[in-house]
């Protein structure tokens, strides 16, 4: 499969789209907020224009925010069009993107190019956990603080917010006036951190070469913008594998939407998708979108992944044949509502009595 940069989708083809005054003032708006960001992050790191590090936008809120899990009863997204908006949720999707006459033909010769692959950015394809925990260290260090030793706090530093982790969990007692600097310094670090970073999470590089063989089309998902992830992905030599990436020019409001505009840009019904996650929301929010989800054991414990549909504790773990045996039993009705047929008793023989008179 021939997986360069060039295969990239970046509209979300089968739905045609035409941009609106109000979608232009939005794109205008995005393009406002990227150039607020870039100048805030050239200011705070002091870097000029051959500091990669400036090229980053420092938006700290966004490193911990917690995105809601999305797609629940049938929730859906809005796809603008000239006649008006028009609702997009799993349903729908699941509809629009059914297999035609040729292509249901090719994949009953091979049915691994029917799936599609999701993989979420943190702690599945980068160790993004061990960098946010060491961006905390360092600021700590730098103004004369201690990060706790206590593995229930860090982790919760690791989810919360920064207000949160800045104000409850570490307990500086900071004015509220240094919060800001405090943020902006510790995106600092993480992004710093995120530059160096050149190997994938263990196994990953290897499984990719394997679905890649079979024909399987990938998708990556994240809050982070377009062009620093793609320079992420070129600089662990991973860029190659995907075919789509979602990221935060698609303005994605929940998890589930992310992978939905993922399994559209993949063109594969989101029944025929398996999201790798390491998260139990990310987990709810792929079946939320009638999606397979596989776990990866690492940030949380293997007790907290229970409802995966398979839980692994690295890539090496895996082959192709694991994707078919989760979709064995599902067929074309993966995930619907059935109903139950109810055993119809025996109809009673009446009992009759010739009599002779």
């Given at each position: ?166 104000q409850k969990l570490l ?108 998260d139990p929301r990310g987990i709810t ?73």
């Amino acid at each position: 499969m021939d997986c360069t940069y060039s295969n990239f989708r970046t509209s979300t083809a089968p739905f045609s789209w035409t941009p609106t005054s109000t979608s232009t003032s939005k794109l205008k708006f995005r393009r406002l907020n990227s150039i607020k960001h870039s100048m805030v992050a050239m200011s705070v790191s002091g870097s000029g224009e051959n500091g990669s590090l400036a090229r980053f936008p420092l938006t700290p809120n966004k490193l911990f925010m917690q995105e809601a899990i999305g797609a629940e009863y049938g929730e859906g997204f809005e796809s603008f069009r000239p006649d008006g908006p028009m609702k997009v949720d799993v349903d729908f999707l699941n509809d629009r993107l059914q297999e035609g006459f040729l292509k249901r033909i090719r994949y009953s010769m091979k049915p691994d190019e029917a799936y599609g692959l999701v993989f979420s950015w943190d702690n599945v394809v980068a160790d993004t956990q061990t960098l946010k925990l060491n961006a905390w260290k360092q600021l700590a260090s730098e103004e004369g603080k201690r990060v706790p030793e206590d593995g229930d706090v860090q982790k919760l530093m690791l989810y919360a917010g920064a207000d949160q982790v800045l104000q409850k969990l570490l307990l500086w007692g900071m004015a509220e006036s240094e919060l800001d600097r405090l943020k902006l310094r510790f995106s600092e670090l993480y992004y710093r951190g995120l530059l160096s970073l050149k190997t994938p999470v263990d196994g990953l590089k290897e499984w990719l070469d394997a679905v890649s063989t079979a024909r399987i089309p990938c998708a990556i998902v994240s809050s982070l913008d377009r062009i620093h992830m793609l320079e992420a992905l070129d600089r662990m030599s991973l860029k190659k594998y995907f075919q789509a990436i979602v990221t935060e020019e698609d303005d994605m409001e929940s998890m589930a939407h992310r992978f939905l505009s993922a399994a559209v840009k993949l063109d594969r019904k989101p029944s025929k998708c398996v999201v790798f996650e390491d998260d139990p929301r990310g987990i709810t929010a792929a079946h939320n979108c009638t999606m397979m989800a596989i776990a990866l054991i690492g940030a949380h414990p293997a007790y907290d992944l229970v409802q995966a549909d398979l839980a692994v504790g690295s890539f090496n773990e895996l082959s192709v044949i694991n994707l078919r045996r989760l979709f064995a039993n599902k067929g074309s009705t993966f995930m619907e509502l059935q109903k139950q047929s109810a055993e119809k008793a025996p109809s009673k023989r009446k009992l009759r009595i010739d009599t002779i008179f």
